[in-house]
């Protein structure tokens, strides 16, 4: 059975900073290309970052780049998403999502993220 359970949300002040684990069990992340995703209230869900699982090539949504990295620790079978000088706008539920095969995915419950003062 795969799951996959994100940490590491909170409250936080603009500027400030966060970092997003995502646990995965029941399978192997690095065999899978690895995304985090975020909604916020009234809004669809979006793509943040991706890491393939080829060349562990990463992309990143224009309005987190060079704020936020995504990156991936085998041993530990998680992946992991930095985020620095946080805004307002970053305010949402993060996701992780694990695409099986191509067309299969798997979601994690969300972490929240508050950016406010």
């Known amino acids: 059975q795969v799951q996959l359970v994100e940490s590491g949300g909170g409250l936080v002040q603009p500027g400030g900073s966060l970092r997003l684990c995502c646990a995965a069990s029941g399978l192997t992340i690095g065999n899978y290309p690895m995304t985090w995703y975020r909604q916020a209230p009234g809004k669809e869900r979006e793509l943040v970052a991706r890491?393939?699982?080829?060349?562990?090539?990463?992309n990143y949504a224009d309005s987190v780049k060079g704020r936020f990295t995504m990156s991936r620790d085998n041993s530990k079978n998680s992946v992991y998403l930095q985020m620095n000088s946080l805004e307002p706008e970053d305010t949402a539920m993060y996701y992780c999502?694990?695409?099986?095969?191509?067309?299969?995915?798997?979601w994690g419950q969300g972490t929240q993220v508050t950016v406010s003062s």
């Open positions: 890491l393939s699982s080829i060349g562990f090539v990463t």
């Open positions: 999502n694990a695409r099986v095969g191509g067309r299969q995915d798997y």
